[in-house]
């Protein structure tokens, strides 16, 4: 199997006629190019434009909307007005660390008796450990709420329910067709849920129970005798969790993601001012979260103790706060070495465990540590575009982290195939799964049986979507710095990019051996590129070409310029 080294550009929608870009533009008070960008992500009206522009957290919709949320926040009121300790249960990645902060921050802000477990990845598994609710009974809790986690835990909530713990259950990943039994299960993927966005993350499912919360709590006086703390200085753990989940950063998670942005900037919290000293970010973006904070809080959970990124979060020492960070720092840097470690091996595995015209990859090995074998599937994705599971074997047993393209849903992929497998739970991309040893032929048969079904060779090259062809001179700097407003991007909402023919190609060279940089030239009108990770491809800068790019300001020795980061380029066509 050869990697994917070409990719088809198109654009990212029909292309929009000259008078409704103008129309929209003059509206917003916008420049055509972002006008045309927010009209290829489905801003058609100034109504919505000015909505997605602003993004206000006032427009926010009702917590209500949620299933179960009435039941929770009566729930929740009563163990605050009892006095009744209160256990929260996370999971071991960014999104449960962050939602697992978040609540226990704010529940004893509110004055409650707060405990929190997150699970060992290598001992307990993904999901509520029995072992938690059974310490929680110990110390005396009455009531645990998950997050991030627990939409298909039945035999945990029987085992809860069992020693008399009122289990609220919040999450994000796909509902299994029967539900845990439990007192309340708050999920935007509910057949019956009324809530107007289904993809926020786990923290973010906990931020609308603090919502929902505070609000039963004002119309009940209780902040009358208690102190009512402000939810909005909690969104810089929503902004982690949500960017580091890669859910869609549109709708509400857009709105969620930007204010918390603003607070990952200002660094209010000590733990985020050393988590951004060790990573060496100076300016927050989705990009520094998505590459440099949230690998570091991932690296606890997948080598040891994903507690430690809680206990970061939430320290007010600054020295303390430094020395967690530069630990995490540690970890990140032992898992660099474990992933790329891992991803020589499964490539190496390739021509034994999957066929050359294989739709899917699956791929096992008992040298593999579970916690890096999702990075890799993701590397693996990246380089053949195919749909992949990577399984870390323990003698009989398997784990394994699954990662998908689209056109292929991996939550249902793995639906088809759960007569081999113990048990997986996840989302359209991402998924996890449990395996034995010798389900894993048959599985790996039948997976991609299903993906070749649901995929044509087509769907097997991957698609570099563009906002439009354009001249390099519609590239000023007022229009690129007003593309800007469109932040933050991510998947759901990406960094606006263009496409531009017959270039030539001007001084290029290799930069620090593995990116490129260059100038290239049209009607003599002339741009700095930069082409990260692609020195490999030196030789193809000649004659003219055709370049794929995000257009972004660049800043050296105070003069500010346009400057273009390359994501393709071929011979002109």
């Known amino acids: 199997m050869e990697p994917v080294n070409s990719n088809v550009w198109q654009w ?10 103008a129309h929209l533009a003059q509206a917003l008070q916008v420049q055509p190019l972002t006008a045309q960008a927010l009209l290829f992500r489905g801003i058609d009206t100034p109504e919505l434009g000015r909505d997605f522009l602003l993004a206000r957290l006032s427009t926010l919709p009702d917590p209500d909307l949620l299933p179960d949320m009435a039941i929770a926040c009566g729930r929740l009121e009563q163990a605050l007005l009892r006095g009744e300790k209160i256990a929260v249960h996370g999971d071991y990645d960014v999104d449960g660390i962050t939602g697992c902060g978040l609540l226990v921050e704010t529940l004893r802000k509110m004055g409650g008796e707060v405990d929190y477990h997150i699970p060992l990845r290598m001992k307990d598994g993904y999901g509520l450990s029995a072992d938690a609710i059974r310490q929680a009974q110990a110390a005396g809790c009455e009531l645990l709420v998950s997050v991030d986690c627990g939409v298909s835990a039945h035999a945990e909530a029987d085992l809860a329910a ?16 029967q539900l845990p039994t439990c007192l309340a299960l708050i999920n935007p993927h509910l057949p019956n849920c009324r809530f107007p966005f289904k993809d926020l993350s786990g923290v973010g499912v906990a931020f609308f129970l603090l919502i929902g919360l505070r609000r039963r709590l004002r119309e009940n006086s209780y902040f009358s005798r208690h102190p009512e703390p402000d939810l909005r200085l909690g969104l810089d753990l929503v902004a982690l969790g949500t960017i580091a989940d890669m859910v869609p950063l549109s709708g509400i998670n857009r709105i969620l993601v930007r204010a918390g942005l603003e ?3 200002q660094g209010v919290r000590p733990g985020v001012t050393a988590l951004k000293r060790v990573a060496e970010v100076k300016q927050v973006s989705c990009g520094a979260v998505g590459f440099r904070l949230a690998p570091r809080l991932n690296a606890a959970g997948r080598l040891e103790d994903a507690a430690l990124g809680v206990k ?5 020492d600054r020295q303390e706060s430094q ?19 891992t ?9 034994a465990q999957a066929a050359e015209d294989a739709y899917a990859i699956v791929l096992a090995d008992e040298r593999w540590h579970s916690g890096v074998i999702g990075i890799v599937a993701s590397r693996l994705v990246e380089r053949y575009h195919r749909p992949t599971v990577l399984i870390a074997l323990d003698g009989q047993q398997g784990k394994a982290s699954a990662r998908s393209i689209k056109g292929f849903h991996l939550f249902q992929g793995l639906q088809g195939c759960a007569e081999w497998l113990h048990g997986f739970g996840g989302h359209a991309m991402a998924a996890g799964l449990s395996i034995t040893a010798e389900n894993i032929v048959p599985f790996r048969r039948q997976f991609n049986a299903l993906a070749k079904e649901q995929l044509d060779e087509r769907d097997l090259i991957p698609l570099a979507a563009h906002d439009g062809e354009i001249d390099l001179t519609e590239l000023s700097m007022a229009q690129v710095e007003d593309l800007a407003r469109l932040n933050p991007f991510g998947i759901g909402n990406p960094q606006p990019s263009f496409m531009t ?19 290239v030239e049209q009607n003599g009108f002339r741009l700095d590129c930069i082409a990260f990770g692609m ?3 030196f030789e193809q800068l000649c004659g003219d070409i055709d370049l794929l790019y995000r257009p972004g300001l660049n800043e050296w020795r105070g003069r500010c310029s346009v400057q273009l980061q390359i994501a393709d380029f071929r011979p002109a066509q």
């Open 343 to 351: 991803l020589e091996q499964a490539i190496a595995l390739l021509p």
């Open 501 to 519: 023919r017959r270039c030539r190609v001007l001084a290029p060279r290799i930069l620090g051996e593995k990116h490129l940089k260059f100038e």
């Open 12 to 21: 990212r929608a029909d292309q929009p006629s000259p008078g409704l870009v």
């Open 535 to 537: 020195a490999e491809r």
């Open 312 to 316: 970061l979060l939430l320290g007010e």
């Open 323 to 341: 020395e967690l960070a530069q630990l995490l720092d540690s970890y990140n840097r032992e898992r660099q070495q474990l992933e790329q470690q």
């Open 263 to 265: 607070l990952l900037e």
């Open 162 to 177: 069992e020693l008399g713990i009122d289990l609220i259950i919040t999450d994000h990943h796909q509902p299994p067709d």
